[in-house]
Nanobody
Framework: VQLVESGGGLVQPGGSLTLSCAAS????????MTWYRQAPGKERELVAE????????NYADSVKGRFTISRDNAKNAVYLQMNSLKPEDTAVYYC???????WGQGTQVTVSA
């Protein structure tokens, strides 16, 4: 199983970013996919999850209405559209897949003026 995140960067408060996670090594559509994040000095927390065919989505209360998770099973990819970003969204964002309890390497998101 391999997960590769991309799309992080530095953005001003109120700005937007879209994260991508490219997956390989397993039957992608069979599994829910999850985005987590970890800020300095804090525990890793669930941000959003999406079921195998995208019919069910769940979000942390802190990102509801601002973030949207989606997936493209034809491309074996999951995305996280982040709008109205706040400084407290600053963290390393990770993609997670159940097979093998696999994690990507993470992508840094920094929200700062």
């Amino acid at each position: 199983v391999q997960l590769v995140e991309s799309g992080g960067g530095l953005v001003q408060p109120g700005g937007s970013l879209t994260l991508s996670c490219a997956a390989s090594g397993f039957t992608f559509s069979r599994y829910a996919m999850t985005w987590y994040r970890q800020a300095p000095g804090k525990e890793r927390e669930l941000v959003a999850e999406i079921s195998g065919f995208g019919s069910n989505r769940n979000y942390a209360d802190s990102v509801k209405g601002r973030f949207t998770i989606s997936r493209d099973n034809a491309k074996n990819a999951v995305y996280l559209q982040m709008n109205s970003l706040k400084p407290e969204d600053t963290a390393v964002y990770y993609c997670y897949a159940p097979p093998g309890a696999s994690w990507g390497q993470g992508t840094q998101v920094t929200v700062s003026a």
